[in-house]
């Protein structure tokens, strides 16, 4: 038995085996998914001509007209599929009733509408708006919402509600009316549909239950309050989806009147209002993700105006417009974590994120992490000394500084003030430290010091200031010697715009110059103080005749305000120079000092003979000039080399012995030009004639290599017969 084959055999069944088990997950998978998007098959399904009355699951194989309402009560389950088809309510009136039922919503319809985006309700047909598929719409001039939610549950994962109006005090939407019970938005558009004039609620108003929006659109639809949604109670959770392209006068987007609203993905974006933009929120808006963005109003709220309270701890609200900006807090706004409130702008074009009326401030609940950035605005500006509060308890969860996550629109300072107890964040204008010389009559006062609020800033001297018959003593805070005063060098923590005053005692100033005339050392005396003296030694730098040494002071120079130069007086000493005598080869033959003026003197050199000639002595060189040797060399007057210079004479050569002749010197020889011979054309050569090579003997070079490759032939054919023997045996 071939054990080996066998266990290949187990292997692959096993990892067949895992392959089919892994499909049928990924199937099965995948149809979990399939119950959250448009995507489905008919099949197990009913086709209806007409409206389902029992629990089922049905597509539609015509558009359908009704006259009152279809009602989906307790007990009942229908999912139903549109198929590109339409239902339309003939009559005033509710189009689809839920009474604590379920119904399920699809439509895998390809068919493509045009519809009104600037009239409501729209109308299907014509416009520049389009959508895909079947739809539940009333007809023209009938009113009422396509969708009544009382209780139960309606889940949305295809079709379009569109062309919807309310039915005034009555029913205030134009698409969803919802009293309770739950409505998941997996996918799927309500579009087109008007909202009440006194309430509002373009697409959804609900008074109660829960909302789940999950994806799909909410767009172009209009109502006074709420153009997409009115929240009037219940709590609304918002996850992906878009709700955009609303219009209202209050709150183009989403007003939130009552309940609770949580955002964790999605957008609320491009909406328009002409009172308050993208949002109203008098209940409560928990934003931790998703964003809210291109929102405008062109009246005096913000794009989201806060009348309850808003918790900010993620997301994203920029590029809105508004003269308040993106977010107006007349209400409570918490913030905390990494949200993103930036890019908004007033109409003006001005930087205005989050905007605080008078004495209204953020609450600062949690740790900002990173990525947090929000701009603030407060209605009453900060001034120098006078920061604004904006940030309360920012200390108690952060310990880093409040600029890190905190901007101003305006460019002012974000920061925490220097108080311990004091936990809050403020807005500070910069503060500034200028000097004036109270009388001075000469000189320049210090430059100003401008730096944030409370920081700690160094007194300056008086520089250059001067007054006659005065010295300078200290700063005060006022020009009549105030109770705060400061030396050159103490610090001050500059929590306000403050000038310092220099002032003035009677008095002199003693000099001490260098020998440069520059100063060395400068005293200020009262008067009545004794003469002061100085340690510090003067210097001169040394000229080329001379050095100097410091040996006292002047008589002081006594000016008509008493001040009092002392000049210093030093003696002289002739400056020394090394001349150095080098040979003509430039190595050394003598060094000499010699004082400034003097000429130097040396001694000539003798250079020693050579076999064939003879130097004499011919005068010293300094590169330049060539000075002869009963010359007398110039005046020393830096540090200068000289060179000797030498008259070469050759020796004689020995004259020739009488008699003998020199040797005879052989004349050239002329070697003749060769002349070229004219030679005949070339031939053809004859091709060599290939010799045979013999056959080796024995004991040639060539019998040996012969041999070894008959017997490497013979070794491979054993590999080979030994190869399919031992497979044989394998198969056996």
Excluded at 487 to 515: H, R
Aim: aromatic share 8%; net charge negative; charged share 15%.
């Amino acid at each position: 038995m071939n054990t080996r084959g066998t266990g290949n055999q187990v292997s692959l069944r096993a990892v067949f085996s895992f392959l089919v088990i892994l499909v049928m997950m990924m199937l099965s998978a995948g149809g979990a998914a399939a119950e959250q998007t448009e995507t489905h098959t008919h099949e197990g399904w009913t086709a209806v001509e007409a409206l389902p009355t029992e629990s089922g699951s049905y597509y539609l194989t015509k558009d359908i007209e009704i006259t009152s309402a279809w009602k989906i009560s307790s007990g009942m389950n229908i999912t139903l599929c549109l198929n590109d088809h339409s239902i339309t309510m003939t009559a005033a009136g509710l189009g689809i009733i839920i009474d604590g039922g379920t119904l399920n919503l699809y439509d895998c319809g390809t068919t493509a509408h045009s519809y009104t985006t600037d009239t409501w309700p729209a109308v299907i047909g014509s416009g520049s708006g389009t959508f895909t598929g079947g739809y539940i719409t009333h007809a023209a001039g009938k009113n009422g919402p396509a969708i009544r939610i009382n209780k139960g549950e309606f889940s949305m994962y295809g079709g379009t509600l569109i062309g919807n109006n309310n039915v005034s005090d009555q029913y205030y939407s134009g698409a969803v009316d919802m009293d309770a019970g739950t409505f998941n938005l997996y996918n799927g558009t309500i579009a087109g549909n008007q909202g009440s004039r006194r309430l509002g609620g373009g697409a959804v108003y609900k008074t109660g239950g829960t909302m789940n929006i999950y994806g799909g659109e909410i767009r172009h639809n209009y109502a006074e309050s709420g153009g997409g949604v009115l929240s009037y109670g219940g709590t609304t959770i918002m996850r992906g989806g878009s709700i955009h392209h609303n219009t209202g006068y209050a709150a183009g987007g989403f007003f939130i009147a009552e309940g609770t609203v949580s955002m964790s993905g999605g957008s609320i974006a491009d909406n328009s209002a002409t009172n308050i933009g993208g949002m109203v929120v008098n209940g409560t808006f928990n934003m931790s993700g998703g964003s809210i963005t291109g929102n405008t109003d062109s009246s005096d709220y913000g794009c989201i105006c806060i009348g309850g309270t808003m918790n900010l701890s993620g997301g994203s609200i920029k590029g809105n417009t508004s003269k308040y900006g993106a977010v107006k807090d007349e209400g409570t706004l918490c913030i905390s974590g990494n949200p993103v409130v930036a890019g908004n702008k007033a109409p003006n074009g001005n930087e205005m994120n989050v905007y605080l009326p008078g004495g209204k401030t953020v609450l600062v609940t949690g740790a900002m992490t990173d990525g947090a950035s929000v701009g603030i605005t407060t209605e009453t500006a900060p001034t120098a000394g006078n920061p604004v509060k904006f940030g309360v308890k920012y200390k108690a969860n952060n310990t880093e500084s409040p600029d890190k996550w905190f901007s101003s629109d305006k460019g002012f300072d974000v920061l925490v003030m220097n108080d311990t107890a004091d936990q809050d964040a403020y807005l500070a204008a910069k503060v500034t430290l200028t000097y004036d010389g109270n009388g001075a009559d000469s000189g320049d006062v210090p430059a100003a010091q401008t730096v944030t609020h409370g920081t700690a800033v160094t007194v300056a001297g008086a520089g250059t200031l001067k007054k006659a018959g005065s010295i300078f003593d200290h700063w005060t805070t006022v020009p009549e010697e105030g109770r705060n005063t400061f030396a050159p060098g103490d610090e001050i923590s500059l929590e306000g715009n403050k000038t310092l005053y220099a002032s003035w005692l009677t008095g002199y100033t003693v000099t001490w110059q260098n020998g440069d005339g520059s100063v060395l050392d400068e005293k200020e005396v009262k008067e009545g103080d004794p003469q002061p003296t100085t340690d510090k030694i003067p210097a001169k730098k040394p000229d080329e005749q001379y050095t100097y040494t410091f040996t006292g002071w002047a008589e002081p120079v006594i000016d008509e305000n008493g001040n009092r130069v002392y000049k210093p007086e030093f003696s002289t000493q002739p400056r020394e120079y090394t001349v150095t005598f080098a040979d003509d080869d430039g190595s050394p033959l003598k060094e000499i000092t010699v004082e400034y003026g003097k000429t130097p003197v040396v001694q000539p050199p003798e250079k020693k003979e050579r076999e064939t000639s003879t130097y004499t002595f011919a005068g010293w060189s300094d590169g330049t000039n060539t000075y002869p040797p009963d010359a007398e060399l110039p005046a020393v007057k830096k540090d200068v080399t000289y060179k000797a210079v030498y008259t070469v004479t050759a020796k004689p050569t020995a004259a020739p012995v009488p008699g003998l002749a020199a040797a005879p010197t052989a004349s050239p020889t002329v070697i003749p030009t060769a002349i070229p011979k004219v030679t005949a054309a070339p031939t053809t050569a004859p091709e060599p004639t290939v010799t045979p090579k013999p056959v080796p003997k024995t004991g040639d070079r060539e019998d040996v290599l012969l041999w070894a490759e008959i017997l490497a032939l013979c070794l491979a054919m054993l590999v080979v017969l030994w190869a399919v023997r031992s497979g044989q045996r394998r198969k056996q």
